[in-house]
Nanobody
Framework: VQLQASGGGLVQAGDSLRLSCAASGRTFSSYNMGWFRQTPGKEREFVALISGTGVSTIQADSVKDRFTISRDNAKNTVYLRMNSLKPEDTAVYYC???????????????WGQGTQVTVSS
């Protein structure tokens, strides 16, 4: 599975962005998908995940009620809708695929290249 993340950019606090992650291959729906983020000098942090069917989702407490993860299996794409962005959301955002359902980055087998999100105050 190859993943390509896009949609990052420079925005102001309170703005919204939608990240996309396009996957190759015909088995996309068999993978649970996650979004993680990372800032320099810090470990990769869980943001949200969605099951292969899209029925189950989990968001980190820090983004709950602001970020929404979704997927379109017909388009082999997972999305992260980010509302009410804060400067502390600034990070490189990565999408990842896993056969398991986990918030730990070590449980993910495939990773996208990352997309930078910068939120100015």
């Amino acid at each position: 599975v190859q993943l390509q993340a896009s949609g990052g950019g420079l925005v102001q606090a309170g703005d919204s962005l939608r990240l996309s992650c396009a996957a190759s291959g015909r088995t996309f729906s068999s993978y649970n998908m996650g979004w993680f983020r990372q800032t320099p000098g810090k470990e990769r942090e869980f943001v949200a995940l969605i099951s292969g069917t899209g029925v189950s989702t989990i968001q980190a407490d820090s983004v709950k009620d602001r970020f929404t993860i979704s997927r379109d299996n017909a388009k082999n794409t997972v999305y992260l809708r980010m509302n009410s962005l804060k400067p502390e959301d600034t990070a490189v955002y990565y999408c990842a695929a896993s056969k398991g359902l986990s918030t730990y980055p070590t449980r993910y087998d495939y990773w996208g290249q990352g997309t930078q999100v910068t939120v100015s105050s």
